[in-house]
């Protein structure tokens, strides 16, 4: 599973690419594909691309919107974004990780449930007993709201 | 920049992270409904036995020659030369030690494959139960393979990848008396994180509980359609 530590080895590997190229070495796929890090590339590339569509020179603010069930932890990417911001326009941004927990809809009656604790599952509904049960909030992944700075 | 004067905006646009990926997954899925084929993304742990039990449900079907098997985590030659008295077509990822596959690789490994008269596409992930969860290949159903010696417990320890899946397999059920293997906790489990999925209690090993699980797999696909 992905840990803090092997984002910022391959933070740190990433860095100095080009001094270990010429050194040809090799063997870095391992921290190189831990998902959270392609995951922060997305982030920012996609904020950069609103940034530019609307005016804006510099990004304040990022907010995430990571659902529970999505396999991402939020402190990896967390980690891996404030790497890659560096010497971009979203240098300074602070990045805002939305939590959602997972939110389940009753096909028998039509009730949104949500259970108590992250952690927690639900197999029947607590209204009317059905078993069909679907996931409706949890797999979120999205970039939701930023801030940017224009010149006037 | 302290003679530029600054104003602030706030935007909201609602992007997917992994829109890039979702975009090339729809290609691939797109290819796959446009031949006809039956996509099956395999995934587990290590060593939960993904190519055995790849290898043996292709054994089970009268209509092999028409599968094909792209794979994110072989092993060792044994693992592909198996797998290669089953079906001709076999590309390997080049992954090295990745956490995933994503839709791009796919998208490449398809083209070192001949299509003609596949009808059935196996991918065999990497193992591992949290990275994959978000990325869709283009599959057309999800098979999630959990073995008694990993423990009961593991459904609930990772509900993302579980209730992705529309089929759950319970492998080596032929070593479950030995590690103790708790059968009621784990199908509650799997009702529980996978309420849709179908299950099967199978030991790829020794063949029990493989015909149920072939005829699930196989049986909608017309092997004649071209």
Redesign the interface.
Known sequence: MTSVPAVQRFLHIRKNRNTLNRKGRGGLHEVENMHEVTIAENLLETALAHMRENGGHSITRIRVDVGHLSGVVPEALEFAFSCLKEQTPAETADLEINALVPEYLCAGCGQTIQPAGQDEMIVECPFCESRHLTVVKGYELNLSEMEIETDE | MSD?????????????????NDLIAQQNRQFFESKGIHVINVLSSPGSGKTTLIGKILSGWRDRHRAAVITGDLATENDADRLKQVVSQVVQIN??????L?ARMIAEALEKIDFSGIRLLFIENVG?L??????DLGETRRMVVLSVTEGEDKP?KY???F?TAQIVVINKKDLAEYVEFDRDTAL?GI???A??ATIFEVSAKTGSGMNALVTHVTGGIDPERS
């Open positions: 530029t004067k600054n104003t602030g905006r706030t935007l909201k646009p609602h992007s997917p992270l992994l829109a890039k992954t090295g030690t990745a956490c995933h994503d591992n949290v990275c994959p969860t978000m990325f609930v509900p993302g990848l209730g509650e009702r529980k994180t309420p849709n």
